[in-house]
């Protein structure tokens, strides 16, 4: 009995303080105040676990600590507001990365073994008809709304006619294929291109094409659509984008560095800054406020809903707990957050590339071994991770807003959910999140209201930055009692 309690001596600790909070909680506040905090924790529990799982994920395969995991939650929220708010933007400078793309595929078509010319004069070429390309493109006009300062600028007026604009998206086009036969010199391909690969480039850059007689009719149609249809597009393009970006991230600056971990930590941190200042450039410093789409943002005489059945049928802007309106959106927070870790558990658990990343979290030399690529795997696993955090950045818009900030706030508290779960254990991440959500609702509760002793006649009150230092200070706890966290393992 002795040696049960010494080896679980941290797991007992840790149930026990568990079981006094919950018994103080209970008796301290009412059956609807604390169904409140418990679902503003879940929310916020919910949007936590999008980046932690990602950043698990990665660091459990990769032994990569990605510090700029947080900005791609940021940039998803960004992408996802301007999808919903101010399609335009996207609509403006999506073909030219479409064109530059197709480009630098189209190289792989050239024969870049005749070439002795050294690849900087390549890339020199490339950076010289890029900037040539985009020569008095503008982006601030695109970016502004109604909520900027100033205003929103027509469209007619912020973007440039179709002529001249087809004529920077096939400069680009050949930026990107220049930019390709640099890449490609001195390197031999790993698998022959084949017609349907040329089909895809050809279709990349038709698309492209095609966008630029009709971005204004594209904006009012978006914009005309369904506010349900706008906002779920906007979680699709806005988690696109942070895989994409993620993907490429692994491909070109995390790859070349697998040896070298301080350069990792010192690249992703250097994206931090880099990625705070583009959206600072693009959108402007200040912050936006996403609307909520018509399921979350019907008032009338009939709301708040009773319950959540009811709740489908009239889409009330919160529904009845205990007593008390809570945001019908927070709700679909937490079940974008459940709907998530049920489907991440059943990819690792049921599917091949589950199996695989599994097994690479236990000994990727031997999956390597087994000839598996593991660097499609890695780039796979990466894109993964930053989609779930891009996810995340676009469900949090209309609950927190966005602001150029957003990033490294998430980007804390995701680190300290990852160490209280375990590095590498995705079990370990959703719990750590839920602790960490739970732990700034009830600290947000206890500076609102203070904590009342029974020989006091006054409540205690606390600074508002106690609720901050709460998630710390569970982190502290934890690791005294179990210093590789709640599902960590010892190296």
């Not at 990365?97 to 190289?107: D, E, K, R, T």
Request: with cysteine.
């Amino acid at each position: 009995m002795n040696e049960f309690i010494r080896q679980r001596r941290g797991l007992l600790a840790g149930i026990g303080a568990t079981l006094i909070f919950a018994y103080w909680a209970i008796t301290h506040y009412e059956p609807r105040v604390l169904a409140s905090i418990l679902l503003s924790g879940l929310t916020l529990g919910a949007l936590y676990f999008l980046v932690t799982s990602g950043l698990s994920l990665i660091f459990g395969l990769m032994d990569v600590l990605n510090f700029a995991h947080g900005t791609l939650f940021m940039i998803g929220a960004y992408v996802g507001f301007t999808l919903y708010a101010n399609p335009r933007l996207l609509l403006n400078t999506m073909p030219f990365v479409l064109a530059f793309v197709a480009g630098w595929l189209l190289a792989r078509w050239f024969p870049t073994n005749r070439i002795k010319a050294p690849c900087w004069w390549f890339w020199l070429g490339a950076l010289i008809v890029g900037g040539l390309a985009l020569w008095g493109f503008e982006l601030a006009p695109l970016a502004t709304t109604a909520l900027s300062s100033g205003g929103r600028v027509p469209t007619e007026e912020a973007q440039a006619p179709t002529a001249i604009f087809i004529g920077r998206t096939l400069g680009l086009s050949v930026a990107g294929f220049i930019a390709g036969i640099a890449f490609l010199i001195g390197k031999e391909h790993s698998r022959p291109p084949t017609r349907a690969d040329l089909g895809v480039v050809l279709s990349m850059l038709a698309l492209a094409l095609i966008i630029a007689p009709f971005r204004l009719a594209a904006e009012g149609w978006l914009l005309s659509i369904n506010t349900n249809i706008r906002f779920l597009l906007a979680l699709v393009i806005g988690a696109a984008s942070g895989a994409t970006l993620g993907g490429l991230m692994e491909w070109s600056l995390i790859r070349p560095l697998y040896s070298r971990p301080i350069y990792q930590v010192l690249v992703t941190l250097g994206l931090v800054f880099v990625g705070t200042e583009l959206v600072k450039g693009i959108w402007g410093p200040g912050g936006y406020f996403m609307e909520l789409p018509e399921w979350f943002s019907r008032r009338g005489s009939d709301c708040p809903s009773p319950n959540l059945i009811a709740w489908l049928h009239d889409n009330c802007a919160s529904i009845d707990v205990l007593g008390r309106p809570f945001p019908s959106y927070r709700v679909f927070i937490i079940a974008l957050g459940i709907a998530m870790f049920i489907g991440i558990a059943l990819l690792l658990r049921r599917t091949r590339l589950g199996m695989i990343i599994r097994a690479g979290v236990q000994d990727g030399e031997m999956v390597q071994a087994l000839g598996i690529n593991v660097r499609r795997v890695f780039t796979l696993v990466f894109a993964l991770g930053a989609g779930l955090a891009a996810l995340g950045g676009v469900a949090a818009a209309p609950f927190l807003g966005i602001s150029p900030g957003l990033g490294q706030e998430f980007q804390l508290q995701a680190f300290i959910a990852v160490v209280i779960g375990g590095m590498g254990s995705f079990t370990g991440a959703a719990l750590g999140a839920l602790l960490v959500g739970l732990a700034r609702a009830f600290g947000d509760q206890i500076v609102l209201t203070g904590i009342q002793l029974p020989w006091m006649s006054e409540a205690i009150t606390f600074s508002p930055s106690i609720a901050r230092a709460s998630t710390v200070l569970i982190m502290a706890l934890v690791l005294l009692l179990r210093p590789a966290g709640l599902f960590g393992k010892k190296e």
